[in-house]
């Protein structure tokens, strides 16, 4: 068997928030590339973009583009997923799909690197990354579910806008600026730009983060309770969500509570376990106001962990409240990190 | 028995964000008063303030302020109501205090008129206004209590900044103009003015809401809990609460999951239940994007209720997302809904 030891990349998507994050990451992680192919719509077609110094003219996906690609990295929207993603499968291609398209089909490993890296074997040509508010959970969930088991997850979020794109950022901007200037807040992307109303977001909270299902949740708690069960591979566990946006540009935040299965554990013990546990650090410290909050774990690439405290009524509950970048560990970060996997592991 | 027909009454704190709602509250609702007092510190002595189109001088409050008055109403901070309660009582006044001072002291009835009503006639002369987060949860909850029954509520506030005093207002203000200029963000006063760490509050969310005690919870947390269970009369009722403070000027939100006694309930029951209760006014559609938000709520005197959902994976447990206006019912509203009630009551 012949192993490679560089690959050929394609990014679908490369011009959006999380795929110039990608590229960036790529770059800096020193990813093995032997050639980079950035693809988008046909919009922005022809635009050159810097990648590692050097000029790479970006070129409209179509299923051709993928021929001879190894890994293809897709950020782009559910939909082009949904056409162009088997299509780079039949020629040849690993997926890892950074959209909702695949993340609940039975057949496509849903992955966080730090929490369930193996399922990736299991590929059958796409490996999905998950929802940004469920992956800073699970992270932070992986250690002491494996050292105390785990019964329930309460979970109440608190995300930035740059997790509805940069439209939603410059909105948020705006309003800012319109609210301390007396004038009326324009809204027309926030909470959800597909959806028929508009609120503001600048100094307010929105508790609608995509759409509604009929059962009166949104989608995105939705995703949270699926993809944390499948994440975590326990179907028997309870999870309960509710997504709030706020008006802040980046790192979601959340507070966490959740019923351990074994009795007798502490907030030191759990300490022990979040302070060990890959890719998480452990921010709590109440003597001193130590504590995560979006600005100061804005641009880094950890999950973040703090207030870690024991429920006072019930002695199998803790609190956490867990911070990260929503658009490096949320997104792209992840999606490289399972792209790292991929290759250490020899698992195209 | 002489019934009065109006009153002689003082404010002590007149000129403090809750003084002033107070005073607009108490001319707007008609209050039938005989005599006003406005009291402050020393400092604010000799200004003059408008009530009712009548120019009222300030006065330092001591304890002889109080001689003849019938009811004083307090929020010019703990230390204050530690020291002048006491001697208002003593000059035959009812004192509804807006501080911690006196919540959980076992001869001071807590109270919020729709929830707790009766519990005002066993006054020693001091009646206690609750924390502005647990007033207008516990408003929602007791209309689900008397039906339903509950056994647990886990709470994840998101509390606007003017909880914290005017100076938070303009610190937040401040910081919103400095960031949108690139500058750097000034903090001085959140998350806790008194505290030895401040973090800027603009475009993040701090999880620190008052001083923190030896167990790592804060005491904005710490009076969720225990005046909940003081309110609702049931010290076997679990609460456990999370309380951040985020980027808005008005409004306190909160996610809040329960869980009910009762077996079968359905969403459509809370919805009854909420919609005929005294105080609360639902807003839940998720069809046509109806849920409260804090700007929604602003300057509205009722607890509004949204995003009613059962949780999918527990029986008997419910989220509600909760708002109300943490000046208004959070505060000046609730205290004047007191003086209401003692005097129609002849609670005096």
């Known amino acids: ?60 996906a179509t299923p051709e583009s993928f021929e001879g690609i190894d890994i293809a990295l897709f950020s782009a929207g559910g939909s082009v997923s949904k056409e162009l993603a088997p299509e780079a499968v039949k020629r040849g291609a690993v997926v890892i799909d950074n959209t909702s398209a695949y993340r609940m089909a039975e057949d496509v490993p849903l992955v966080v690197p730090e929490v369930n890296k193996e399922a990736i074997k299991d590929h059958k040509g796409i490996i999905a990354n998950p929802n940004c ?11 002491i579910k494996e050292q105390f088991g785990l019964k329930r997850v309460i979970v109440s979020t608190y995300q930035a806008v740059s997790g509805a794109g940069t439209q939603a950022t410059v909105e948020l901007q705006k309003q800012a600026k319109q609210y301390l200037n007396n004038q009326e807040l324009e809204a027309n992307i926030l909470p959800v730009k597909g959806d028929e109303k508009h609120y503001p977001i600048a100094f307010n909270a929105l508790p609608q983060i995509d759409l509604f299902d009929e059962e009166g949740y949104t989608f995105e708690e939705m995703k949270m309770i699926n993809e944390t069960k499948k994440i975590l591979d326990d179907q028997n566990l309870s999870v309960a969500a509710t997504c709030v946006r706020l008006p802040f540009f980046t790192s979601h935040a959340e507070s966490v509570y959740i019923e351990v299965e074994k009795a007798g554990v502490t907030v030191k013990d759990l300490w022990k376990e979040l302070d060990s546990a ?57 999606t490289v990190q399972i792209a790292q996997s991929v290759i250490k592991n020899n698992w195209l």
Chains 1, 2 share one sequence.
């Open 1 to 60: 068997m012949t192993v490679k030891t560089t690959y050929n990349v394609a990014v679908v998507g490369a011009t959006g928030a999380v795929g110039q994050k990608i590229l960036k990451l790529l770059a800096e992680k020193e990813f093995p590339i032997n050639e980079i192919k950035l693809l988008s719509s046909k919009r922005s077609a022809g635009k050159i973009i810097s990648f590692n110094n050097k000029d790479v003219t970006i070129e409209e």
């Open 133 to 143: 508010s469920t992956i800073q959970m699970v992270t932070a969930l992986k250690p």
């Open 278 to 334: 890959d890719g998480v650090i452990l921010e709590d410290d109440p003597a001193t106001q130590t504590y995560p909050t979006p600005l100061s774990a804005a641009n880094k690439e950890a999950v973040f962990v703090g207030r870690v405290r024991k429920d006072l009524d019930n002695e199998n509950g803790f609190h956490l409240w867990v911070v990260s970048d929503n658009l490096l560990k949320g997104a792209a970060l992840n």
